[in-house]
């Protein structure tokens, strides 16, 4: 039976500095699970409580930004590895380009992401075998299907619908072969019922 538990992201935020920097000089931060379930809202106020502590606000990648449109799931990861984490490993900046779902193509100007203290890494897939040997942190971000559906649906219109169910397959077969929630150091409700400041407070599934 799994226990809900109020934690404050301040405290995490103090538990990833004080952990080991497994990328280069930088702890990574993956923020996994499944579209709708609430992790980019995780990996922001994560970033808030780190802005607070030394080494100020990581950077914060968004593994969506990175994929060249629907059919790149989790086979974008080598232009990620190329862009990013190859140059945090020898302790040298990165930088990508963004990827406009618009224009359906890669925009010219890069994004720069700096050598720091941590990066969060916020994504379907973000906590994939590969990396796992490089995460400080690993987290698992997870809701009932239904309402990650409505979520994707208000936030960007009902045309993506059958896109949306081919990528919500495409999760559940990539979540299954990875192994991904039992790997997971943090188990988090995206959708819990106990009552708690959003901003300051997630809630913990153990």
Known sequence: MSVAV?????ELARRVLAGPARLG?????AVDG????????????LAD?????????????NTDDLLDGWDDQVTFWPRLDEWVLAPMREGKPGAYRRYSWVRQRFLARPVPVPV????????????RA????????AVFVTAPA?????????RDGPEILPELRRWHAGERAHFAADD?????????????ALPHDTDRYYVRIR
Do not use: H, I, N, Q
């Open 146 to 154: 239904s309402l990650r559906l409505d979520r994707a649906v208000a």
């Open 130 to 137: 590969v990396v796992r040997p490089e995460l400080t942190l």
């Open 34 to 45: 499944p579209s709708g379930a609430g992790k980019s809202r995780f990996a922001a106020r």
């Open 116 to 127: 720091a203290p941590v990066l969060v890494l916020e994504g379907v897939s973000a906590a």
């Open 180 to 192: 991904t929630v039992s790997r997971a150091d943090l188990l988090v409700d995206g959708a819990p």
């Open 49 to 61: 409580a780190l802005a607070a502590l030394p080494g100020g606000r990581p950077p914060v990648v």
């Open 25 to 29: 000089r930088t702890r990574l931060v």
């Open 6 to 10: 109020v934690e404050a992201y301040a």
